[in-house]
Nanobody, 125 residues
Framework: QVRLVESGGGLVQAGGSLRLSCATS????????MAWFRQAPGKEREFVSA????????IYADSVEGRFTIFRDNAKETVDLEMNSLKSEDTAVYYC??????????????????WGQGTQVTVSS
């Protein structure tokens, strides 16, 4: 059974930092592109960041470039998202997702095969 479990969300003041973690099980982890998406109230789920199989390539949404960093640990089968200089507009539920062996890193929700349950991040201004 595949499981993705996010943790690390919470309430933080604008300008602060959080680190999200996604623990996985049941995946052949090294064969998946791993990504983070987020969904704010009343909005569609959007791409935040993704990382290649061995971590050599990363992609970020323009809105988080330079502030967020994605990491993966293939031995521990985890993927983290370090979030710095947080803004109120970063408030959302953050989801971890896994995409089975695509040719390229993809940024669309429909491409991803497995999802976590989400963790809430609230940034107060």
């Amino acid at each position: 059974q595949v499981r993705l479990v996010e943790s690390g969300g919470g309430l933080v003041q604008a300008g602060g930092s959080l680190r999200l973690s996604c623990a996985t099980s049941g995946l052949s982890f090294g064969n998946y592109i791993m990504a983070w998406f987020r969904q704010a109230p009343g909005k569609e789920r959007e791409f935040v960041s993704a990382i290649s199989y061995k971590g050599g390539r990363t992609i970020y949404a323009d809105s988080v470039e330079g502030r967020f960093t994605i990491f993966r640990d293939n031995a521990k089968e985890t993927v983290d998202l370090e979030m710095n200089s947080l803004k109120s507009e970063d408030t959302a539920v953050y989801y971890c997702a896994a995409d089975w062996r695509p040719n390229n890193i993809r940024q669309v929700v429909a491409a991803y095969d497995y999802w976590g349950q989400g963790t809430q991040v609230t940034v107060s201004s």
